[in-house]
């Protein structure tokens, strides 16, 4: 599946058009107890609606879906989260065996259900129509979103071993996210050890050796730099975000000018020091590089 980014891309939903939306939430949210009533009277006249909605149980729990999936197009946020109950919501369609056709019906219900209310309760044709657009791209994004498990499902038809697969992608995901959380449990333990070492250095300028002292905080502070952007970095890749190779790079530049900063308390230690330099140019063009290119 493609992240949230790329599909809004596809379909020039921008930042604007989410607080647009965010902004008709209180007035959609007037109409949210009558949408579920309307749209069953809409779907009532389907062929073989009875054999999806069998009992007053299933009808009440999928109204009560309705209302919240329809307040959520107006949420204003709409990040891989969003996408992925999306998702969930077409899969669940496809395990029903509900035809895409039905799908597509019901989306084409709820524009005209939107479209009655912006021209009952906005007065203004010219901000009716710039609010519509954003209202039509969310929409088609839940039918994008929606009807690609249908073509999902469609590829797994193709492969024998479809439930040991699905198992085993499964796995992988929540395998992977569990690595990512230990991962940033890591990366605060670790902020709390260079805070410690923070604290340490600075002992040293009391001590009375300020140069030690210096350098050595001016060393923890920018470890500690390093710790708050790879926290960060993490916790974008979790929401979505591409993997960024120059923190990584900057990691290992960050740790070279602390290991500069020790050496060049040892007046004998010249060489080493040209090596570090030398080592610190070639990460500083390198990290200039991958900067330009992200």
Known sequence: ME????????????TRDAQNLKGLLPLMEMHKEAFPKEFYQYVKNFEDA???LKDQETIERHQAALKEWFKNLFSGEYDNAYLRELERIGMTHVKINLPAHYVNAAMHFVKQYCGKILRKEIGDEKERLYLWGSIEKILDINLDAM??????EGRRAYFISERIESYLINFARRFSYGLNLFLIIGLVLMGLTVLGLFVYDITHIF????????????GSLLMLWVVIELVDTEIKHLKGGKFAIKVFIGVALVAVIRKLLVVMLKAEAVEAQFTLIAAIAVLGAVYWLISKIE
């Open 3 to 14: 992240s949230i980014d790329k599909i809004k891309a596809h379909y020039s939903f921008t």
């Open 50 to 52: 009875s054999k999806y």
């Open 207 to 218: 001590a009375g050796d300020i140069e030690k002292g210096l350098l050595g905080t001016l």
């Open 147 to 152: 009807t690609s498990s249908y073509i999902e």
